[in-house]
C-alpha cells in the first residue's frame, strides 16, 4: 500500500500484473483533486483515453462534463478513477481476471482521497465495490451507506449515449449528490 498518490500512480504505470497491459498505448491512472470529497468511478478506459492516459475524455466524458456544468459540479472538486487502468481491446468488458489483478490499485486511491461519497458509474463500478448482488437497474439513485462512506450508483455516462431518456436519471442523482454536500456544509 502507497500512502501517496504519485508513487501509487508510478507503480501503476509500471503495471504488468494482467494481460490488458500488452495491448494499452498508456495506463490510465485517474485524475483530480487528491483531496476531494467526490470521487467518480467508471469501468476502464476507451480508445481516447487510452490514447490520452485519462480518465473520461472520449464522448462518454464530454457528455459527463456537459452534465457537471448544469448541476454546478467543478472538476477541480472531484477525483475520477476506473476500476480498470488499462483499455480492455475493442472496448470489451473488463475480464474477471483483469479487474481482479487491478482492484488493489482503486482500493489504494480510495485510502489515500478519502472521499465522504462514491459515484458508481454503472454496473461494473457497482459489483466490484459493492458485490455481485447489486442491480444497477435496482439501486440507481439511492444512497448507499457502507464504512463510513456514501455510496450512490448511477448510470454509466456511455449508456446515456445509447439511451437519452437516461439522462434524466443521471441529471437527477448528480443534483443529490449537490444537495448532500450542501447539506452537510450546513
Ligand atoms: N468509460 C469508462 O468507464 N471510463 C473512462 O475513463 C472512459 C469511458
Ligand atoms: Fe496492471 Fe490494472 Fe493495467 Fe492490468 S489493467 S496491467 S492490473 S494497471
Redesign the pocket.
Known sequence: MYENLEELKQSCIDCKKCKLCTTRQNV?FGVGNEKADIMFI?????G??DRQGE????K??QLMNKAFDVVGIKREEIY?A??VKCRPPNNRDPEEDEIKACMDYLRNQVMIIKPKIIVL??R?ALQNILGKEYKITAVRGNWIEKRGIMYLPTW???ALLRDETKKIDFLKDLKMIKQYKEGDMK
Open positions: 490510465v467508471g469501468e476502464g478506459p476507451g481516447d483515453e480518465p473520461f475524455v472520449g462518454a466524458g475520477i476506473n476500476v458509474l454503472g461494473t454509466h455516462p456511455a
